[in-house]
């Protein structure tokens, strides 16, 4: 153990007799909310099998080869890597499935049809899977669905998909539960920090600055990028000096420029990149407003962050994020498409200093109070001990 925080290595299972706990991830390493929330669930297990005397395995099928430390707060585990091959993925997986193992933890739907075939070599353990939203937003097919249907609990990050696993995946309700994520430990500090921070050259100065981030790919169109540019528009009308700055990468920025160009905005939209993680939050702390009108959010951790940064928000009236922003209260909810709705709702808080500030100070105290990892952490350790003991 590291002085100053529990650091807890994982390894080959060494003990058949011993208690034991398996994670299966699709990958963990690379940015991104479901990694991210994955890294949460994985320091929370390590934990929970550190505590108790149980040895656990993390295996991710697309991390690159080998034995790779994480650490998350002061929790330091390990992931087996397997580079993509399903094969070396699978075969570990049953390897450890041999082992007897007393839970088996899936971080995504397409992993359940590998817990399934553990099942042949193990009956014993108990499984629970975890959803992220559109994935599970439609009937899944074979074999998926059948193995959905045979975890011993499936877990949702909002209300919405909850709904979405009753009705579309035919789950019974008794079998599926809502674990909202939250943020990283030690946020808050960050937050602090970024208040005292330069942001990045490319960063508009003395302009009322708009910010939304996200992956701008063509295939994600449901975020809304192409709206918030339509809006801009409009709302220049009554705010002339705003700016959108839209933080992202993706195949789709061509025609989003190209967008913002054709409405004669191109000056007023920023396009960054490349950012490092100290850069973004210096966005987050310089905007004015954060607003993403997407309609394909199973959660939204970025709405999180905003908020945590005591930014009002302005989103879609879709999936996870309405479990996020109280609409009225911590911002506004927009339905995806509505460019005047939305163009109305950015001008009510440029225009509204004390409204604006009103919303972000409540964002912020909801973050704190609901969205903590602290939150995520006990949630979660109580979803554990109750599966373990079969009381769910």
């Known amino acids: 153990m590291r002085p100053g925080?529990?650091?807890?290595?994982?390894?080959?299972?060494?003990?058949l007799r011993m208690s034991s706990l398996v994670g299966l991830f699709t990958d963990v390493l690379p940015p991104g909310g479901v990694q991210r929330a994955g890294r949460h669930v994985a320091a929370v297990v390590a934990k929970f099998a550190s505590e108790r005397g149980m040895a656990v395995r993390f295996l991710s099928l697309n991390d690159s080869q080998g034995l790779h430390p994480v650490r998350v707060g002061k929790l330091e585990f390990f992931i087996s890597g397997y580079a993509g091959s399903r094969f070396q993925f699978i075969r570990a997986a049953m390897r450890a499935a041999g082992?007897?193992?007393?839970?088996?933890?899936?971080?995504?739907?397409?992993?359940?049809?590998?817990?399934?075939?553990?099942?042949?070599?193990?009956r014993k353990f108990r499984s629970i899977v975890f959803t992220h939203g559109v994935e599970v937003w439609q009937p899944l097919g074979w074999p998926r669905g059948g193995a959905l249907r045979g975890a011993d609990l499936v877990l949702g990050p909002s209300t919405d998909t909850v709904q979405h696993l009753i009705d579309e995946q035919h789950l019974p309700p008794a079998k599926v539960r809502r674990l909202a994520w939250g943020l990283d430990p030690?946020?808050?500090?960050?937050?602090?920090?970024?208040?005292?921070?330069?942001?990045?050259?490319?960063?508009p100065r003395n302009a009322r600055n708009i910010l939304t981030v996200g992956r701008w790919n063509a295939s994600e169109k449901y975020k809304g990028a192409d709206t918030l540019i339509s809006a801009l528009s409009r709302v220049l009308k009554a705010v002339p000096d705003?700016?959108?700055?839209?933080?992202?990468?993706?195949?789709?920025?061509?025609?989003?420029?190209?967008?913002?160009?054709?409405?004669?905005?191109?000056?007023?939209?920023?396009?960054?990149?490349?950012?490092?993680?100290?850069?973004?939050?210096?966005?987050?702390?310089?905007?004015?407003?954060?607003?993403?009108?997407?309609?394909?959010?199973?959660?939204?951790?970025?709405?999180?962050?905003?908020?945590?940064?005591?930014?009002?928000?302005?989103?879609?009236?879709?999936?996870?994020?309405?479990?996020?922003?109280?609409?009225?209260?911590?911002?506004?909810?927009?339905?995806?498409?509505?460019?005047?709705?939305?163009?109305?709702?950015?001008?009510?808080?440029?225009g509204n200093s004390q409204l604006a500030r009103e919303m972000g100070a409540r964002g912020k105290d909801c973050v704190a109070r609901v969205f903590s990892f602290a939150q995520f952490e006990s949630q979660f350790t109580d979803i554990l001990n109750r599966v373990l003991s079969r009381e769910h």
């Open 5 to 15: 925080g529990a650091s807890i290595s994982v390894g080959p299972i060494p003990d």
């Open 242 to 350: 705003a700016s959108l700055v839209l933080v992202g990468e993706g195949d789709d920025l061509p025609r989003l420029e190209q967008l913002a160009r054709d409405l004669g905005v191109s000056q007023h939209t920023h396009f960054l990149s490349g950012l490092s993680s100290e850069e973004l939050f210096a966005c987050y702390a310089n905007c004015e407003i954060f607003a993403l009108p997407s309609r394909g959010e199973g959660f939204g951790l970025v709405f999180l962050e905003a908020l945590a940064h005591a930014k009002p928000v302005s989103g879609g009236a879709h999936g996870g994020i309405p479990d996020i922003i109280e609409d009225g209260e911590t911002g506004w909810l927009v339905r995806h498409g509505e460019v005047e709705r939305l163009a109305q709702a950015l001008e009510s808080l440029l």
């Open 99 to 122: 082992r007897n193992p007393d839970l088996v933890i899936a971080l995504h739907p397409h992993l359940v049809p590998i817990v399934s075939a553990m099942r042949l070599r193990s």
């Open 186 to 203: 030690g946020f808050e500090a960050r937050v602090a920090a970024a208040a005292e921070t330069i942001p990045p050259k490319s960063f």
